[in-house]
């Protein structure tokens, strides 16, 4: 029979904190896509989608279009999403028109996976075991495996199904002129959903069969996402920020940006950069599509040896003498890149953690302040950078190594707002920085940090024995090619104290104390081992 699949993404999202600040909870991601990819590849290539759209609703329409060309979607426009007189009922109704016939409702915050919906030829419910069912409404079956009735979140017992957001509606006309009855009842009513409807369709004799799933993964607040995330089939670690995100399907990426002018250009510096990067697809306002490119993560295979033919391609592919601008225009440019920038990202992880800038002991050393170990940087020395064409995140993740050669991933979108030109030394100094502080540090939780009594600092990181002899080599090759190392670990430790505030607690933590540690050492000329 033909049917349609309601998924209704309007609302805000707010379970999901800071994750949903920019962007709505249907992309954030899951495994390697976000959480309404799973629901969408669920159903067949000819189903047809119903989507409501909401709080970032053009996000949702963009995206669902970028990725599946091929599929059939509806896009709804809810008039009110958040306040007063919203609910799932409400947003349902807005939907009715585009839903005159049996269809399913599948919640944009539940994942099944390996389990095929069966189409709605009969009434039915979906439902899983859970631990605790103080989050979730539940159901109890009968011998028949039909729904008894609905209970009340955290009125589930050991018997009980938790209700997942998983319905087919055979007999719609009944369902819509329930909810139509419900909402005129309490238009005000924020609990209105489907359940509210499903419990009046068994009162009135309707029988609705229950399904018990047995791959349930739900990612309607931060601790099921944790969990979703380590189940899913498809585990993907990355280093996630709340702005930004990477989806990855087969033969092409989906880069996301809250920020519309980072995309455009990304965009342009892709352009620009040419054969060196994958080629872009397609663009939307919040969204660049750009060919998957087979290859081997530098971060994978990084050998002493090879790293001789990385920095020579580089020079001879990427680091080409650049002229955007003036010497003197370049160099103001690295100023604010390298001092300004730093001293509004500290003041940024400060008013976010709490803490102070003040004298610390780390790993038994006193190290004054952070503001007392800026001053002592000759910032006119530190900017006066070589103009290059420019990655911007050249890091060993961003590197892939093909049969003819090297392609770079995740280009930066400017330097200082210049397109075709950047400070080669922040190149050098964000691949040196990898070599210490990269992806498997972070996913595997190889660091920590430790604070007592406010002003005493312990720091650990545990790393990888071959990437400190790939470290000394960087070294060597660098000093070889005439660059100044000391210029180079200085911009490392600062963009480690960057880095701080743009990540998650407790990783910003070690981030600014370790950028802070290694800052003091460069300045004395000094060593000492974590």
């Known amino acids: ?146 729904i008894l009735g609905f209970k009340s979140k955290g009125l589930g017992g050991l018997e009980d199904l938790g209700h997942i957001g998983l319905v087919g509606i055979h007999d719609y006309e009944r369902f819509w002129s329930i909810l139509e009855d419900l909402y005129k009842r309490d238009a005000n009513n924020s609990s209105l959903n489907d359940v509210a409807v499903l ?91 750009y060919e998957y490119v087979k290859g081997e993560r530098y971060s994978d295979i990084v050998t002493s040896e090879d790293l001789e033919y990385l920095i020579s391609w580089a020079q001879d592919k990427l680091w080409i003498p650049s002229n955007e601008v003036t010497s003197v225009q370049f160099k103001k440019i690295c100023r604010d890149f390298y001092e300004q920038k730093t001293k509004e990202r500290i003041q940024k992880f400060l008013g976010k953690s709490g803490l102070k800038d003040e004298q610390t002991k780390i790993n038994g050393i006193d190290i004054p302040t952070l503001g007392e170990l800026l001053s002592e940087i000759d910032f006119d020395w530190l900017s006066d950078g070589l103009q290059t064409g420019f990655h911007g995140d050249f890091i060993l ?29 922040y190149d050098l100094a964000k691949f040196y920085h990898n070599l210490v502080v990269n992806h498997d540090v972070i996913s595997e939780n ?9 002003s005493v600092i312990k720091l650990y990181i545990k790393r990888k024995s071959h990437l400190e002899e790939v470290e000394k080599t960087f070294h060597q090759i660098i000093q070889k090619r005439g660059f100044d190392i000391r210029k180079i670990e200085i911009i490392r430790a600062l963009i480690w104290i960057n880095m701080a505030p743009l990540h998650h607690c407790p990783f910003d933590i070690f981030l600014f104390y370790f950028g802070k540690y290694n800052l003091w050492q460069t300045l004395r000329n000094q060593r000492v081992l974590l």
Not at 59 to 71: I, T
Not at 446 to 454: E, P, T
């Open 446 to 454: 190889k660091f920590s940090v430790d604070i007592d009594s406010g």
């Open 199 to 289: 419990s009046q369709m068994i009162e009135g004799g309707i029988s609705i069969t229950g399904i018990k799933v047995n791959t349930w993964l739900d990612i309607g607040n931060l601790d099921a996402l944790a969990v979703a995330r380590e189940k899913i089939s498809d585990k993907f670690d990355n280093l996630d920020k709340v702005d930004e995100s990477l989806f990855f399907f087969n033969g092409f990426a989906i880069k996301f940006f809250s920020d519309s002018e980072k995309v455009r250009n990304r965009v342009c510096r892709g352009e620009i950069l040419g054969d060196l990067v994958p080629r872009t697809l397609e663009v939307r306002t919040n969204f660049y599509k």
């Open 397 to 425: 993740e961003n590197i892939l190594k093909t049969n003819d050669g090297y392609v770079l991933l995740d280009w930066r979108q400017d330097f200082g707002g210049l397109l075709r030109g950047g400070d080669i030394y």
């Open 1 to 146: 029979m033909s049917y349609k699949v309601l998924i209704t993404t309007s609302g805000t999202g707010s379970r999901l904190g800071e994750l949903t600040k920019h962007t709505n909870k249907a992309l954030v991601r899951v495994g390697k896509k976000p959480v309404i990819s799973y629901i969408v590849e669920s159903y067949p290539v000819e189903a047809e989608f119903v989507v409501t759209l909401g709080y970032k609703g053009e996000q949702v329409k963009d995206f669902l279009e970028l990725a599946y060309p091929e599929r059939k979607f509806t896009f709804i426009e809810i008039d009110k999403y958040e306040g007063p007189g919203t609910s799932l009922g409400y947003s349902m109704l807005q939907a009715k028109h585009a839903l005159e016939g049996p269809f399913i409702f599948h919640a944009c915050d539940t994942i099944i996976e390996g389990f095929e919906a069966p189409a709605p030829d009969y009434n039915w419910a979906a439902g899983a075991s859970v631990d605790d069912f103080k989050q979730y409404t539940s159901f109890r079956l009968g011998n028949d495996q039909k």
